[in-house]
């Protein structure tokens, strides 16, 4: 991460971004942090999601309903997106990465630099 002033309600935002694998957004990390710090605004999340991106310690997972979904887990990892609840799910298992990009590049002469792996329709508790 970029050498910053020490902020308070950047530690707090990073740190509940961390603390979940929800996925969250803005809105509700302002919602989850308000009671906390009740002078923070949802301007300042959305600006320190935009510096966190840019310092690539969390990333976009994509926007969903219109928002934006945000990670704190940068290691490669896929995603499932549940078209009726909107959860956004991490998949551990079978996204290799790797393999797609090898393939890529072996393949289709492609220069990967990353893949985002992001899957839709239903969850288990939606299906049934």
């Known amino acids: 991460m970029k050498s910053r002033n020490y902020s308070r309600k950047r530690e707090a935002i990073l740190a509940k971004i961390r603390s979940t694998k929800s996925h969250p957004t803005a809105d509700w990390i302002y919602q989850e ?3 906390e710090h009740p002078d923070l605004s949802l301007a300042t999340v959305y600006r320190n999601i935009a510096l966190f991106k840019e310092d ?5 997972v ?7 979904h945000v990670d704190g887990f940068t290691h490669p990892h896929g995603h499932f997106v549940c078209n009726e ?7 551990d298992g079978p996204s290799d990465q ?24 239903l969850c288990e508790t939606c299906a049934a």
Request: glycine share 8%.
């Open 33 to 35: 942090l308000k009671e």
């Open 56 to 60: 690539g310690v969390i990333v976009s």
């Open 62 to 68: 994509g926007t969903v309903n219109g928002q934006e």
């Open 85 to 91: 609840c909107q959860a956004v799910i991490d998949i």
């Open 98 to 121: 790797t393999e797609i990009a090898a393939y890529l590049e072996d393949k289709q002469r492609f220069k990967v630099d990353r893949i985002d792996l992001t899957v839709y329709g």
